[in-house]
């Protein structure tokens, strides 16, 4: 495996553990959010290693490897009660956004999705979901630009600010104490090769009245460096690319949930996560 890191860096920590790719050569993937028993993703697992880059954080960025992990300290301490902590937490998210990438606007989705590991007692509660145990990419070249122009609703700089460059940013933080049992791991995307990109579907919504969203899954490529920050808090911010809008650059970061080997003690693993765009100067 190529090192990722440039530059005299300590020996990172490694574990080996599953990750769920798509079978090649499979072009008509769906997965159903409500009915998951209908969904079509033949898997290939693969057991890949892992890197834990907490000891290199500082080297990592959105621009070049697609993800960091940002100090970004929340005051909500009840994200159940969701309207209450949304008048908190998005302000919070968005001045974070601001200051790690230098966007001059964000705008950050609506609503977050809530995960148990399914290890929880609570796995299965209303209101919230399980981990994808499976290496994907929430937006495509077509779904990026749609889902960034849907944020924006009816802002009346909406035009002018999709001809500027943009990101779709996925942020995603624990909110359960360290270790996780399941943490997310991030492809580097200078592992990720745009033929491992496969387009895909997700149905989002009840049963009969489904909104259809392009995505990606990935097929295997003994190339790609995975990557996680072991021991996260609930004041860290786990941030990776979903979509940027400039052609020259490495677009998507491919992510998953694994089972960390090294923490099978661990507390369930619960988590919320979100998605954003940022808005840079044309």
């Known amino acids: 495996m190529t090192d990722a890191y440039s530059g005299p860096t300590p020996k990172l920590r490694t574990v080996q553990a599953q990750i769920n790719y798509l079978e090649k050569g499979v072009e008509d993937s769906v997965w159903y959010a409500a009915d998951s028993w209908r969904s079509h993703m033949p898997l290939d697992p693969r057991i890949m290693e892992i890197q834990d880059v907490r000891p290199v954080r500082g080297v990592l960025s959105l621009d070049r490897e697609g993800v960091l992990l940002a100090d970004a300290p929340t005051a909500v301490r009840d994200f159940h009660d969701r309207e209450a902590a949304a008048r908190v937490y998005l302000p919070e998210l968005e001045e974070a956004v601001k200051a790690a990438t230098g966007a001059?606007?964000?705008?950050?989705?609506?609503?977050?999705?809530?995960?148990?590991?399914?290890?929880?007692?609570?796995?299965?509660?209303?209101?919230?979901?399980?981990?994808?145990?499976?290496?994907?990419?929430?937006?495509?070249?077509?779904?990026?630009?749609?889902?960034?122009?849907?944020?924006?609703?009816?802002?009346?700089?909406?035009?002018?600010?999709?001809?500027?460059?943009?990101?779709?940013?996925?942020?995603?933080?624990?909110?359960?104490?360290?270790?996780?049992?399941?943490?997310?791991?991030?492809?580097?995307?200078?592992?990720?090769?745009a033929e491992d990109l496969v387009v895909s579907h997700v149905m989002l919504g009840p049963p009969g009245r489904e909104m259809r969203l392009q995505t990606n899954m990935v097929t295997h490529n003994p190339a790609h460096r995975w990557v996680y920050f072991s021991g996260m808090t609930r004041d860290e911010l786990l941030m990776f690319r979903g979509y940027d809008s400039d052609p020259a650059r490495f677009r998507r970061a491919p992510h998953t949930a694994f089972d960390d080997p090294s923490a099978v003690d661990a507390p369930p693993r619960e988590s919320i996560d979100i998605r954003c765009v940022a808005f840079f100067d044309p």
């Open 104 to 193: 001059h606007r964000v705008v950050v989705g609506r609503g977050w999705v809530h995960r148990h590991s399914d290890r929880s007692d609570r796995f299965g509660e209303a209101g919230t979901t399980y981990p994808g145990r499976y290496a994907h990419v929430d937006y495509s070249d077509l779904s990026g630009p749609e889902v960034a122009r849907q944020m924006l609703g009816d802002d009346p700089e909406a035009e002018a600010l999709m001809r500027g460059r943009f990101q779709i940013i996925n942020l995603w933080r624990a909110i359960s104490e360290p270790p996780q049992d399941c943490p997310l791991c991030v492809a580097d995307v200078t592992s990720v090769e």
